[in-house]
């Protein structure tokens, strides 16, 4: 969520009441704002577009909330050390946070592992399940106010609780440890936030807390259909639909049977019919080790009852699906029903089953969605073909949207009064359609003076943050280049720090009056790595220690310099993306779902250098393709290329730098060596994120920017032409489009 208190006052349209009765009370507006911690409780993308799309639901008057876990300790604080990431907890609770409101009284229990039985209930078999570990979750509510309106919608958060305060009997005995147990081992459950982005590990705690979300969160929402509907159990998907964000909530699909069937005594194919009307399910990556799988023994410990309900439910469907696919040779069937099957082998260790969540997602859903045209295209044609050819109708795009809020109005209040003035009124902010009237004045060369006035003083104020972070002034004339995301191979900054290289060994080459035409650059590259991945933190090494090198070479400091940014978070971006004038999207085609961060640079007038992939691809469409650098191969050509890796022929240039890096030019050269390794041998397997087929063309296209750069008013001109195009990408357009094919939900307002 980042911080609430600007977004807030500017939501409720306060800002300069709010500032005055501060300042009257002796306090400085900013100062204020900055000593609020980012809620840092999800890991990248995938969370903060849940958060813009509370904000739109809110200003969309859409009866819609949020759930999730309110966890301790949020995303971890990231600090170098030597150059070496390193992390530190997120205590963001201490001081407490203003924002909760918690709801004394509303909690649900939640239970765990145990036993289940078949009773008589008169003439009726029930199912009980008698779990061996119980827990309170507790709800906190986080108020979430639309945008020029009264509507103000909800996160609603659960905090882990025991149920027994503390065993007297065991403190008495003297036993102290056993005494607090059940304190601990409830509050494990919402300590920690899962420091991966697309690669869950097998943890149990993991399950654990998915697991203690969606049962709470489900409770929650029957009890208030109970309240007012009753047991009128066929009226819930009228009244409630969920939307299943990744496949981390889907556990919902055999928690929703539960409770449906064995704690409100429904039949099961009307309980199935109910579920399956009211559940849907986005998928948000195509890494494969993201689409989460538990192992049947992990699942039938933790959660017995549902282990079981997922086993009728798989029945059932590979039942029907036979008799679906009748037409197909006994062979052929059992090969497609064994690989669309729930539960199926682990195809690396032959011993074990798995459950496979998203199959579990797609059978008990209604709708199933990516996050870009291109994913939407992938999840139906490779990821979940098998499924698509099946329901072909319940497979749909719903490409992701920013709120324009946050990421434009309220993060560069300067662009914004410039947008305001320009068209004669603020009525963008809730319409960005209307931002494509910046169109008309893209080449007019007063409006661009004001357009690269407020450019450079958000650069000014970039410039003040790096100098507090690094010490070190750049220079404001410079094209800030900036990369922020999580690290990861398939997104690249690995690509990025080589061609940084390169232009340094180039820049090294010139003589003074060809450094004279040099277009200096300012190169900032920032995000995590999650703490296990090993690679990711070696990339991020590789970044420090080329900045190490090029910052400190006075012939060439002022031409190119290069810094990561510490501990990137929602925060952060707000002052980083107005100042940028060149954003990286610059992931291997393919496998980069959407990208939000890349909608946030368009709106703010920053140029795109990226791959064809994700919502790049949209955003190019808007802003028109010639505006933006394109380059590298296209997804359909990538499994050929992985294919034919051993016989490619890599560019001379990267040869060398490989040399350099291996030959210890930025020291550390060990560390270094299985970064290297993993690009550099060319064999099937190997640089599987197609570093080196990228890197001539990726070299091209960064020469294309210097080019344009050094004509300004044609890069004025783009940059206007970016925030004109970005209207599409506004979360409340994906949030109609939501509430209109997946939801069934209208705007209402409350009365006033
Ligand atoms: C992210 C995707 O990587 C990103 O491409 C997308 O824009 C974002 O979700 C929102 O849809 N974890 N993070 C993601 O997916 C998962 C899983």
Redesign the pocket.
Known sequence: MGRSLTNTVYNLGLEGEYADALRQLGYDMEKVADAERDAALG????G??AACFLDSIATLDLPGWGYGIRYKYGMFKQVLKNGYQAEQPDIWLTSGNPWEIRRDGLRFEVGFGGRVERKKDGNKEVTVWTPSEKVWAQAYDNPIPGFSTPTTSNLRLWDAQPISEFDLGAFNAGDYDRAMLDRERAEAISAVLYPN??TPEGKELRLKQQYFFVCASLQDVLSRFKATHGTKFELLPDKACFQLN??HPTIAVAELMRLLVDVEGLDWDAAWTITTKCLNY?N??V?PE?LEKWPVKVMAKMLPRHMEIIEVINEGWTKWLGGHLKELKAEERAKRISAMSIIHENPWNKEEMLVNMAYLAVVGSSAVNG??AI?SNIVKDEILNDFYQIFPSKFQNKT?GVTPRRWLAWCNPELASLITETLGSNEWINDTEKLSALRAHASDPTFQKKWAAVKHAKKEKLAALIKKIHGDSVNTNALFDIQIK?IHEYKRQYLNVLSIIWRYKQLKKMTPEQRKKAVPRVCLIGGKAASAYDMAKRIIRLVTAVGDVINKDPETKDLLSLYFLPDYNVTLAETIIPAAELSQHISTAGT?????SNMKFQMNGCLIIGTWD??NIEIAEETGVDNVFVFGVRADEINQLRKERKNFKTDPRWDEIMKDIEGGMFGDKDYFKPLVDSVNNMKVGNDWFLVANDFAAYLDAQEEVDKVYKDQSEWLRRSIMYTAGSGKFSSDRTIREYAEDIWHVKPSRPAA
């Open positions: 890991n990248g993308g995938l903060r577009l982005d697309s990744d496949t986005t948000h990556t890494m993201a996050v870009a994913h992701n999580r980069e779902a959407s990208g939000t994700g919502a």
